[in-house]
């Protein structure tokens, strides 16, 4: 069985690392490079990294950060904002990046996802998709950090990228962003369920319980892959030790 994964994500804005609550009232957390050193010492099994203003700014990502992070962690990283073309995930995978995380680019084009994938390998293209939940059921995708309503069906989009090569979803509620109320499991099974390749679940961890919920296989659970996490991580709430003692207790398939 393969083993489930801890992120710890970073969301990047001007340098430094922020976090807010849906999407909004951002507040600074630290160093983006810094706090990859930590989470890498800590044990984290990936890194993800959302330069989060880049799409809506219409810039690339910042690659001097990237390279400083190549060269101080140890275990892979994946790095999203603003990349539209080739031509920008070739200049990130060379910067370092293991992985790269396509958001607003691929709805706007998603052969993007078909080319990266092609050019080079699905394990290296991550599509990031934010979810907000519709009155009347369902998820829309959303996307420029979410400010953008794009009217797609987030399960039906999931489908269409993992048919285009995708090798990853990054998943968001941005109902649950920051709210430490929980992931929406809902939202993490029915697309889990509906493709072929990993999801990440994101947004809302508040507690042990939460993380272990959203990686669970059982007719409640989220079936995710991974679970992403931030405040929890970045205010000290929890530390990746005993996020990870907690799920080996629980007979859950993780590295120690």
Not at 143 to 153: A, P, Q, S
């Amino acid at each position: 069985m393969v083993a489930l994964r801890l992120i710890p994500c970073l969301d990047v804005a001007r340098g430094r690392v922020v976090k807010g609550v849906n999407f909004v009232g951002l507040r600074d957390a630290g160093d983006p490079v810094e706090l990859a050193c930590r989470y890498s010492r800590a044990g984290a099994d990936e890194l993800v990294f959302l330069d989060i203003a880049a799409s809506h700014e219409g810039r690339g990502t910042l690659i001097d950060m990237v390279r400083r992070t190549a060269e101080s962690v140890t275990i892979p990283f994946t790095v999203g904002g603003g990349i539209s073309t080739v031509e920008g995930i070739t200049e990130l995978l060379r910067a370092g990046a293991d992985k790269v995380s396509l958001n607003s680019s691929a709805v706007r084009r998603p052969e993007l996802v078909r080319e990266g994938a092609d050019q080079f390998g699905c394990q290296c293209i991550v599509v990031a998709i934010d979810a907000r939940r519709r009155d009347a059921g369902g998820w829309d995708v959303y996307v420029k950090g979410g400010r953008e309503n794009t009217g797609l069906d987030v399960v039906e989009w999931a489908q269409r990228v993992a048919d285009h090569g995708a090798g990853e979803i990054l998943l968001t509620s941005m109902d649950g962003d920051g709210t430490q109320a929980g992931y929406d499991l809902a939202l993490t099974r029915a697309v889990a369920d509906a493709v072929p390749i990993p999801v990440i679940a994101s947004g809302g961890a508040g507690c042990l319980d939460h993380i272990a919920e959203a990686l669970d296989v059982g007719p409640e659970g989220g079936h995710a892959s991974a679970a992403l996490l931030a405040s929890l991580l970045h205010d000290g709430v929890l530390t990746v030790e005993q996020i990870k003692q907690d799920l080996l207790s629980r007979g859950l398939t993780i590295r120690p």
